[in-house]
């Protein structure tokens, strides 16, 4: 085939695809996580080699460092010694995979890979790569992988958090804007509490949707036993960390895990306790079922003993975990324990079944005694703290359930109030991703405030969801959900997260991103289909009308929810029903001891002042920036321009004088240049309409 041809050949959609959404995604961090280059960029290259150069290498071990970074390198930049600088979001790791496995297809395809039929000895290096990396294809267009509409609610879920936290300025000229959405909080700061569930959401849907694209059709390599293998290697690594925590010192390794070491537990490599209280637990008893298979299936006696041991030593590393640690460990592993011996020892289905419901009512039967005998115990454990707490909150349990759950967990019945009046406020549309934060952080919410200095999610996964995304939210995210276990016969499989998603939103960091959506997308059966579903998908109908649902509920939904931003207003008036008073379009409140707003950016808009002595004198921009042109602009009250000047430029800045045009109402100021300046507090009126 000739190159132009083999240009033709190339999956431009899928490119274009992943290109478009890796850059907004890339766009979004940094927008939110405006850090210095001279600290973000040493981390972020360290991980986007990690994950580019096994990717390009060969996909196999691309996949394997790409699972062993997610597990290790979330808090990369606090173990160099570095601030965390945002990086706990591996926006590094995995743009370095996705553009590795894009750009190793690309070549591929323009060297006339499908068209080699013996290698060239002549080339034995660029051979021996082509080899190593057969050619990926899929046959099914790209809009109609169930990935896409998953993809496509999120990006919605992003353009409304735009509006809701810039307003329509996007839509007016402005661009975006950066505002005090709260006198002590900019709407870029409020927009980044929404990004610390998109952006680890989006990264992993993007880089498993990546490797099942780039895969061969048929395939000969297991994507999900390869990332498996990759996975237990960081559980290995996490497990030796952990374990020299618990014997030599709780700060080993130990930077960034915020109250972690104060509390003392022990974290490994993992973000924080909450991060490492169920993904050691979900993660051992994975491998410990993999032993467990391979003696079953082999009746090697080294997989029993491994399988043995590795549950004990969980166990002691446990000790330094916190209480939703032990509440995942027994429960999963009494389970997995009546599985197991049912198997082994009842031949008969029936009277298998029976006993295995008989054993299920035992476990909080047996659990409870178990606490109670702990609760005796004087040892300083998370575990005995649990079970003291539970016997201090069983006597109250019927007549008062929620006092019985604030002597559990304070905390967690403080945040299950305020998740439950921001339910009652937006139950049907909810209150926007990652509005909980804010809501804690929000000084004019009237109803219950926080004791805690922390701000923190919902106590569990599906409070977040409805309190975030309604119920029409939820019905959305369910069916995509249940798209996806439906496609690949993974229920079963999903199951390890019930327990877990019991005890946080397990989806706001990276690693417990990856994790979730692993189990949910690929577990055991790697990319395979359930025959229901691939029955179905090669009729004519059933992909259209998946993609019509996939694309026509998002749509919906963000048509109803955006109906609550036509209020919040433009420039200036962005949130003045809300707030009382307008906006500066400032990046930093007035602070001691000069007291002057800080403004970043090209555009901004102001409100006059409406006393006329205050319509005419001078505005000195106080910057070391330089930019070419700096213009101010007036405008009417229908937003048109009357009229236009230029600012002067100083030493020290640049500066403008004379009077306000007949009619106007609203200042405009423009730049060439990305400028950074600062204007005085006394340059605004009460309700920060500009005056001079």
């Not at 979004?28 to 981390?43: K, N």
């Not at 082509?130 to 509409?149: A, D, E, V």
Request: overall charge positive; some cysteine.
């Amino acid at each position: 085939m000739s190159f132009l041809g083999r240009l033709r050949s190339l999956p431009i959609f899928d490119l274009l695809f992943f290109y478009l959404c890796t850059f907004s995604v890339w766009t979004l961090h940094r927008y939110v996580e405006p850090v210095p280059s001279s600290h973000f960029y040493p981390s972020f290259f360290l991980q986007f080699a990690f994950g580019f150069v096994p990717q390009f290498y060969q996909r196999k071990w691309g996949r394997i460092f790409t699972a062993v970074g997610v597990f290790t390198f979330l808090r990369l930049p606090y173990l160099s010694g570095l601030p965390m600088v945002g990086s706990y979001q591996l926006v590094g790791l995995f743009l370095g995979s996705i553009l590795g496995i894009w750009m190793r297809e690309f070549i591929l395809v323009l060297l006339g890979r499908n068209e080699t039929a013996l290698p060239k000895q002549s080339e034995q290096i660029l051979t021996d790569w082509m080899i190593r990396n057969p050619t990926g294809k899929s046959n099914l267009p790209i809009w109609y992988s169930t990935y896409f509409g998953f993809v496509f609610f999120l990006f919605l879920l992003t353009v409304l958090c735009l509006f809701q936290y810039q307003g329509l300025g996007l839509v007016s000229g402005l661009g975006i804007q950066e505002y005090l959405y709260f006198p002590s909080l900019s709407s870029r700061e409020a927009m980044g509490l929404s990004s610390k569930i998109l952006v680890p959401i989006s990264l992993a849907v993007l880089y498993l949707f990546s490797e099942e694209r780039s895969m061969p059709t048929p395939s000969k390599d297991s994507l999900s036993e390869q990332l498996r293998f990759g996975i237990f290697l960081g559980l290995g690594i996490n497990l030796l960390v952990m374990s020299i925590q618990s014997i030599v010192s709780l700060e080993f390794f130990s930077e960034g895990t915020l109250e972690s070491v104060k509390a003392g537990r022990s974290t490994g490599l993992l973000q924080d306790s909450g991060s490492a209280s169920w993904i050691i637990p979900v993660l051992s008893l994975m491998w410990i079922s993999k032993l467990i298979h391979n003696w079953r299936k082999s009746k090697e006696r080294f997989s029993l003993v491994l399988a043995i041991l590795s549950f004990l030593f969980v166990t002691w590393v446990g000790l330094k975990q916190g209480k939703a640690f032990w509440v995942v460990w027994s429960i999963t592993n009494a389970i997995g324990i009546i599985h197991l011996t049912t198997d082994l020892w009842i031949v008969s289905i029936t009277k298998r079944r029976i006993l295995r419901v008989v054993l299920y009512l035992l476990i909080p039967i047996l659990g409870f005694f178990t606490l109670y005998g702990l609760s005796f115990l004087q040892k300083d454990w998370d575990l005995v703290t649990l079970a003291k707490r539970t016997m201090d909150a069983f006597p109250v349990w019927r007549k008062d359930p929620y006092l019985a759950l604030e002597r559990m967990d304070h905390t967690r019945a403080e945040l299950l109030t305020i998740c439950m009046e921001g339910i009652k406020n937006n139950l049907w549309l909810g209150n926007g991703i990652g509005s909980f934060p804010l809501a804690l952080l929000d000084p004019f919410r009237v109803g219950t405030k926080t004791s805690i200095g922390m701000i923190d999610f919902p106590p569990n996964f599906y409070l977040w969801i409805v309190h975030d995304l309604g119920i029409l939210g939820l019905v959305i995210f369910s069916f995509y959900i249940g798209l996806f276990l439906w496609e690949r016969g993974l229920g079963k499989q999903a199951l390890l997260l019930v327990l877990p998603l019991f005890f946080g939103v397990q989806i706001q960091n990276s690693d417990g991103a990856f994790l979730c959506f692993y189990l949910v997308l690929l577990g055991e059966k790697g990319t395979g289909f359930s025959a229901s579903f691939d029955k179905l998908r090669k009729t004519v109908w059933f992909s259209p009308l998946i993609l019509i649902l996939s694309l026509g509920l998002p749509l919906n939904y963000a048509l109803f929810y955006s109906q609550r931003y036509w209020d919040l207003g433009i420039g200036s008036e962005f949130r003045k029903t809300q707030l009382k008073e307008y906006q500066t379009a400032a990046t930093l409140p007035p602070r001691s001891p000069n007291y002057e707003y800080e403004f970043h950016g090209k555009v901004w808009e102001w409100k006059l002042s409406e006393f006329g002595v205050a319509r005419s004198g001078r505005i000195f921009l106080e910057t070391t920036d330089r930019s070419p042109v700096v213009e101010i602009l007036f405008l009417n009250s229908d937003r048109k321009i009357i009229h236009q000047e230029l600012f002067s430029e100083t030493k020290q800045g640049y500066s403008w004088s004379g009077e306000c045009p007949k009619g106007a109402s609203l200042i405009r100021l423009k730049s060439r240049y990305r400028l950074e300046f600062r204007l005085p507090r006394a340059q605004f009126d009460g309700n920060n309409r500009i005056q001079f």
